[in-house]
């Protein structure tokens, strides 16, 4: 068998420019935000992994996702005002805005040191603080320009500093703060920043600063802060048990401190509150991911941003803190019974359903105890999540169905296996689920019958191209085939000794089965398969065709690649992303849909080239809604009269319905919004020839 080597064509770095692509789920994004800035009470602005820039132009209602044109990370952001700023991050990367975001400029250092802070003293003057043992040529950096950024003076190299912070109180005095190889580091300024003189801590990572006024001022680190009443010249350790990534005090009394911990199995977030000038603080606020940053625009309105892509926002000075768009489980499949319909499934029994081609997902969710791997539907009513349940004492596998189209989902027949991975079904009666072994059932679910003893284990997919022919795929590169309506499985040649994840056939005799660092392909229904794709990065969950030359596989560390000519090459498909993609799946040749970690739907309506912001319509909007935004009521008229029953629903950005009404026979409804609270929402109608939906926002 020729081997051959991987290749994926990299599309040009213009192309990575220019993508756009549409974040689904969660919203804006759902990449970790590190900083957040708000210039006025207003306008913020909130950066993070991948190139993530997002910004708020009405103090939180609604956010956009900015254009940075780079994959690298911010740790930082500051802006002098609501139109001049600067975004710092990994690799020596700055960039300046002069127009709130529209267009950046690059005035990066050359060095490749991580940047993790930066300010400016005025719109010519700035500073930056980063570097460390760990990174780069080892050494802790501040450099300031006086130009805004077109050139950069060294101030300080240090061995062994890694700087994390950095704020200045007034022209010439500033602090950076970081750690040592012995412990924390808290550096001052009173010269602009000509020499800075080193306070130690015993604390060892130091990363946060803040500063009241000229004298008061706090760090925080990993478990303790350090409070300071005359400038920085002495420092008082006080014990606060917290981990704390950021801390902002809006008087010299109340103060607020986020941070949080990630561990392999779970992750949680902390917001702390002081009220006595940090001597002792009170948890107020634990969200399900950590949170990197704070910020105040005045004593009652506070946000905070962290891991996830979580956005919090309080008005009444932290005793309730909201989030901008609710957290999903992580997802590992997802499916599409119409071009508008479709379902996901994953962590914590999550099942989103959408109406609206992915414009809302619905949770319809019903037993937290499962983990749904995989769901499959046989027409628009009827359809299958299986996965493994966590019960008192025991885990097993389990298959729900619906007949109603998800509204609601009973357990079929109890199931003899540790673990389902995949199920497919051939028609309504005849489905087959493969995990721990393979399960066959000829009564809809009433039943589930195992493969005969010495039959496959430890599969991943499964994918049948007749009623009697089946393949499956799993770990260590084994495949089975069946032609016999899985009456027995043949065990097929090994071409990898690597796990393969997904196996797909787009007819009788071509089929693709990929996994960790392959992708293999076979044009004689099985017989024999070549490799086409060989890399050791390459970690592919999922792989979906939708003609007999264009496909996609999508996996670890936001991996999206499309083939136009049956698999002899690979396209990179830029994607701002880091998280893992679980399963990809086409309503048609240009619009799909991508799901993974952290609850991530991503959408493409061309093909996978590039992602939308917006949605476009094939067809005018068929009716007006207005005013939009608005206060407390719209009117929505249609540009025809409807006949007939007319459903008028309104979401959350979560999908959660908040609002259902019916008209008869109207051309022209009025609705009460008064109920619901200032943000922004969808509204979705729905006759019997018409469904669209509109964005609205409501002051």
Known sequence: MKKIGFPIIIWLWVLMLNAQWTWQNPLPQGNLLSSIFFADDKTGYAVGASGTIIKTADGGLSYSILNSGTTQSFNSVYFVDTENGYAAGDSGIILKTLNGG?????????????????????????????????????????????????????????????????????????????????????????????????????????????????????????????????????????????????????????????????????????????IDGGLTWVTIQQPDFPLLSIDFTDTLTGYAVGAGGIILKTDDAGINWNPFSNKYNSLFDVCFTSTNTGYAVGEEGTILKTYNAGEVWTDISFNSSVRLNDIYFINDQAGYAAGTEYIPWAVGSVIYKTLDGGETWNATDSINAPYIKSIFFTDVNTGYAVGSTILKTTDGGGTWAAAPPGTAFELNSVFFTEPNTGYAVGLNGKMYKTTDAGASWQSLPAVITDDLRSVFFTDVNTGYAAGVHNILKTIDAGTTWEIQASNSNLYINSVYFTDANHGYAVGYVGTILKTSDGGITWNVIPVQTSYAFQSVYFTDANTGYVVGDIGTILKTTNGGTTFIEEPSFKNPPSFMLYPNPTINAITIEAKAGWAGETIVQVYSLNGARLIDRKFQNQQKMNMDLSSLLPGMYFVEIRTSTVQESRKLLIQ
């Not at 780069?136 to 240090?158: A, S």
């Open 102 to 274: 529209a267009t950046w400029t690059d005035v990066s250092i050359a060095k490749a040191d991580a940047i993790r802070g930066v300010y400016f003293t005025d719109a010519n003057t700035g500073y930056i603080a980063g570097g460390g043992y760990f990174v780069g040529n080892g050494y802790g950096m501040i450099k300031k320009t006086v130009d805004g950024g077109t050139t950069w003076i060294d101030l300080l190299n240090e061995p062994e500093y890694t700087l994390n912070a950095i704020l200045f109180t007034n022209d010439n005095t500033g602090y950076v703060v970081g750690q040592t190889l012995a412990g924390g580091i808290i550096l001052k300024t009173t010269d602009a920043g000509t020499t800075w003189a080193p306070y130690t801590t015993t604390e060892s990572g130091l990363l946060s600063v803040l500063f009241i006024d000229q004298n008061t001022g706090y760090v925080a680190g990993a478990s303790n802060l350090y409070k300071t009443m005359d400038g920085g010249i002495t420092w008082t350790e006080i014990e606060a048990n917290f981990n704390c990534n950021s801390i902002y005090f809006t008087n010299a009394n109340t103060g607020y401190a986020v941070g949080g911990e990630t561990y392999p199995e779970y992750q949680y977030g902390y917001i702390s509150k002081t």
